[in-house]
């Protein structure tokens, strides 16, 4: 029986050190609308010990409301698992930083999905609509973007404006594919 431990503890060991996924490493991914325009992405892992949370009580329930002293998206309540840490979209020459404070598990599973966002031309710019939820806490997102600036227009957890991203297929863009997978 001891020998079937230690082998076991070696297996599992060498699995968890060999694992191309480590605790709190940030995540890098990109998602290409065009040939010249990227959206990039980083998120990471939420160590609760590095912020301050805020409760408040639900009916018999301690449900968390604030970090940092900032109202957060993307848990019903609960502690978040990820942090969405950056945001940049890349147009020809432009790097343009998006606004994503406040913004808690974006996604279910490892990478984001290519419908998740929504890249609209306007007068002069662009709008990016994104839509991020881990199955429970969802909500939307949406920045306007001119030239090297952007601002976040909207960020909602109402479901009225869920299901209208949901169900708006104007302005989608098809051909978006989610490459360069990257881990750091």
Not at 3 to 28: A, E, H, P, W
Not at 55 to 77: C, E, H, P, V
Not at 139 to 164: C, F, G, H, P, Q
Request: aromatic content about 16%; charged content about 25%.
């Amino acid at each position: 029986m001891g020998k079937t431990f230690i082998f076991f503890s070696f297996l599992c060991i060498c699995f968890l050190t060999d694992s191309s996924y480590t605790y709190g490493q940030s995540r890098k991914y990109e998602v290409v609308f065009k040939k010249n325009i990227s959206l990039y992405i980083e998120i990471s892992d939420f160590d609760s010990t590095k912020h301050v949370i805020s409760r408040k009580m639900i009916f018999d329930w301690s449900a968390i409301y604030k970090i940092d002293n900032q109202l957060i998206f993307g848990t019903d309540w609960g502690m978040p698992f990820t942090k969405l840490d950056k945001m940049v979209l890349k147009i020809n020459k432009y790097k343009v930083k998006l606004d994503v404070s406040s913004m808690y598990n974006p996604w279910i599973g490892d990478t984001p999905l290519q419908q998740q966002f929504k890249l609209t031309p306007t007068e002069g710019g662009y709008f990016l609509k994104g839509f991020f939820s881990d199955g429970a806490g969802a909500y939307v997102a949406e920045w306007k973007i001119i030239n090297d600036l952007s601002v976040r227009t909207s960020i909602s957890s109402d479901e009225v404006e869920i299901m209208k991203f949901i169900n708006h297929k104007k302005g989608m863009v098809k051909q978006a594919v989610l490459i360069n997978t990257k881990n750091e």
